[in-house]
């Protein structure tokens, strides 16, 4: 099993930027794929970002594409994602999850590992 811990979150205004990260531990972080998602208060969770197991494939939401970054360091067992130009549509809760498969995962009933997850909040 891995657990997993995200911080990072905040209060900002919008076009601005923030870092989210993941704190991994238990098992080999590098074991999994990681995924980004987030949810808004009356909303499904939402997919923002993949990154493969060794961290050579990334996906995103179409919404987030060119304005996110999702990244890893297996060595320090932490994922990352950058948010930068932020907007109000971006407010959520962000969580990060785990699969300990590589492949195409865009579902959050296809994971099997979450944080908590920590809030974003973007003024305008």
């Known amino acids: 099993q891995v657990q997993l811990v995200e911080s990072g979150g905040g209060l900002v205004q919008a076009g601005d930027s923030l870092r989210l990260s993941c704190a991994a531990s238990?098992?080999?972080?590098?074991?999994?794929?990681m995924g980004w998602f987030r949810q808004a208060p009356g909303k499904e969770r939402e997919f923002v970002a993949m990154?493969?197991?060794?961290?050579?494939?990334?996906y995103y939401a179409d919404s987030v594409k060119g304005r996110f970054t999702i990244s890893r360091d297996n060595a320090k067992n932490m994922g990352y994602l950058q948010m930068n130009y932020l907007r109000p549509d971006d407010a959520a809760m962000y969580y990060c999850?785990?699969?300990?498969?590589?492949?195409?995962?865009?579902?959050?009933?296809?994971?099997?590992?979450w944080g908590q997850g920590t809030q974003v909040t973007v003024s305008s």
């Open positions: 990154i493969s197991r060794n961290g050579g494939t990334t």
């Open positions: 238990g098992r080999t972080f590098s074991f999994y794929v």
């Open positions: 999850a785990a699969k300990a498969l590589d492949g195409y995962y865009v579902q959050a009933r296809q994971y099997d590992y």
